[in-house]
């Protein structure tokens, strides 16, 4: 029944490492998103991708790239992590026309920098 | 851009009591006003939304109501149970019914409790 799938739930990383986020949904939607969730902010788009190879930033995209080579995959990069950071990254998808604007999101990975 | 902001962010209720969360936003272009649920452990999941040209809507215990000429919208949830303690987000939209999610602007979110 898992729609959207975040790969790690929890990671713990040091200052400075790579740190890759993967998301994959099963739904064959067009669209996929990262938003970042802290409390007292809410929900901060990251990127979107509206299809393979394609990406738009966000409101929030400093620090971190992305990556679509798959319509079903879509990958956050932390290219350095920062403790600034350390959040619960949440991984989207919605399919293009109707429903275009709800989403199905996963079940969120809780990174913490070092 | 849009700005949403939501109030309170926390809420505690008995059970059984009825739950209002608000919402206001600051373009008058906006059209379109989800509300997400977010459960311990899960991510948000879509519980109502509301359009523009909409006073109220409802879906058994829940109700969204929307004041466009105060751009305020809020969700009203009747005989509170244990299992509506989540976190509840708002968001507005310019996309409409049709419009993409990349529109939308979210709220600060509010805990709620319900207590036995």
């Known amino acids: 029944d898992v729609k959207v799938t975040q790969s790690s739930r929890y990671l713990v990383k040091r200052t400075g490492e790579k740190v890759f986020l993967e998301c994959v949904q099963d739904m064959d939607h067009e669209n996929m998103f990262w938003y970042r969730q802290d409390p007292g902010l809410g929900l901060r788009l990251i990127y979107f991708s509206y299809d393979v190879k394609m990406k738009e930033k966000g409101d929030i995209p400093e620090g971190y790239s992305v990556s679509r080579e798959k319509k079903e995959r879509f990958s956050l990069i932390l290219e350095s992590a920062s403790t600034n950071q350390t959040s619960m990254y949440l991984c989207?998808?919605?399919?293009w026309g109707s429903g275009a604007n709800v989403l199905t999101f996963g079940a969120g990975s809780r990174l913490t920098v070092l | 851009g849009e700005n949403v902001e939501q109030h309170p962010s926390t809420l505690s209720v008995q059970e059984g009591d009825s739950a209002v969360i608000k919402c206001t936003y600051s373009d008058s272009a906006s059209n379109y006003f989800p509300w997400y649920k977010q459960e311990l452990g899960k991510g948000p999941q879509l519980i109502i939304d509301?359009?523009?040209?909409?006073g109220e809507k409802k879906d058994q215990r829940i109700a969204v109501t929307l004041n466009k000429t105060a751009k305020h919208f809020s969700l009203h949830i009747t005989e509170t149970q244990p299992e509506d303690s989540a976190v509840y987000f708002c968001a507005a939209s310019m996309g409409g019914s049709s419009g993409s999610a990349r529109q939308l602007t979210f709220g600060s979110g509010t805990q709620l409790t319900v207590l036995p």
């Open positions: 509301i359009r523009s040209n909409v």
């Open positions: 989207a998808s919605t399919p």
